[in-house]
């Protein structure tokens, strides 16, 4: 039978993950650090020193520390895709499909093995069950923060058994109570890129892990196909971008579109990165109830197409088991296949999935 007061905290090695490990032993817990490791080669996959910065602080607050290897795993289900994903003129987003099929399923697979019910990360989220019974991530109460956006693609089960002890805290706060408890990792810096790409050069690291088998250079056209010049290879570019392009066009340009099947960059004016509408594949439901919601059925919600982006008022219609259209209600920014369409029923996350 497992103990409730056992508990496993995902610890990255960075300040957020320690002090979610040490608010949870303040409440009494019995804590397990876990880390996992992605990558055998002790390079990327462990650029922010994760397992010795994990370690240290497990042996400060006196708790168990245990290394998950799963590089096959991660290789499968992240970096393959990631590579799959650029290649055919997508721009992945890898943290939201590591969240669910790599990081919670390895830990809470860890955990329950060990007769451990749940699982901590430090996220900056918090977790409600709703009246239906259903789970939802939901914006925490310093929107500073918030993390949610990534953690879409999270299933019902695994809400059901995490714990985010960071919810209503800020980032100054955690790093307050890092420095004040002696946590060595009170100041490191936050990782702000991919992972695996720790030198944010993607096309370089596609490259390097296919041994040149990339898409090669091809041409930059407009909308109706005039040829504009040569571009490297669709794996350097992404919709919206501006910047690298070596263009001489006299004013600024943009990467509007990408064609793989012709190895085409689609090049436009700023207005024509706009757009009213997206399709969505890969659907997971969190606040709404996806058996409930019927294809041709619609909603009104507020839509985030990037991490980063402040969102927009959109309505979405069911139209297929997996599929979604949305129109939003004003025109948001370099809408980019491979990228996540996340929609909000105010603070909780309602569904989202990837965009086509």
Known sequence: ?????KIAVAMSGGVDSSVAAYLLLEKGY??????????EDGGAGDVTGAIGDASKVCGILGIPHHVISCPELFREKVIDRFIDEYVHG???????VCNRQVKWASVLSWAFEHDIPYMATGHYSGIVRLENGRYSVSRTKNGEKDQTYALYGLTQEQLAHTVMPLDGLDKKEVRRI??????????????????????????????????????PEGNFVTEDGEVLGRHKGITHYT?????????????????????????????????????LE???????????????FKNG???RLFGRIRYRHPGEWCTIKRTGEDTLHAVFERPVRAVTPGQAAVFYDG?????GGTIE
């Open 239 to 275: 919709v919206g971008q501006r910047r690298g392009l070596g263009l001489a066009m006299g004013h600024h340009v943009f990467v509007t579109g990408i064609r793989p099947d012709t190895n085409e960059v689609v090049i436009g004016e700023d207005k024509d990165v706009y757009s």
């Open 1 to 5: 039978m497992k103990d409730k007061n």
């Open 278 to 292: 997206l399709d969505c594949r890969g659907l997971n439901f969190m606040s709404v109830d996806g058996d409930a």
């Open 90 to 96: 997508h721009t992945p987003n890898p943290c939201v």
């Open 297 to 299: 059925e619609s909603l």
């Open 30 to 39: 019995e804590v397990m650090g876990v880390t996992l490791r992605l990558r």
């Open 178 to 215: 890092a420095e004040k408890t002696g946590l060595p990792v009170f100041a490191k810096p936050d990782s702000q890129e991919i992972c695996f790409v720790p030198d944010n050069d993607y096309a370089g690291f596609i490259e390097r892990e296919t041994g040149g088998k990339v898409p």
């Open 347 to 351: 603070d909780l996350v309602a569904c």
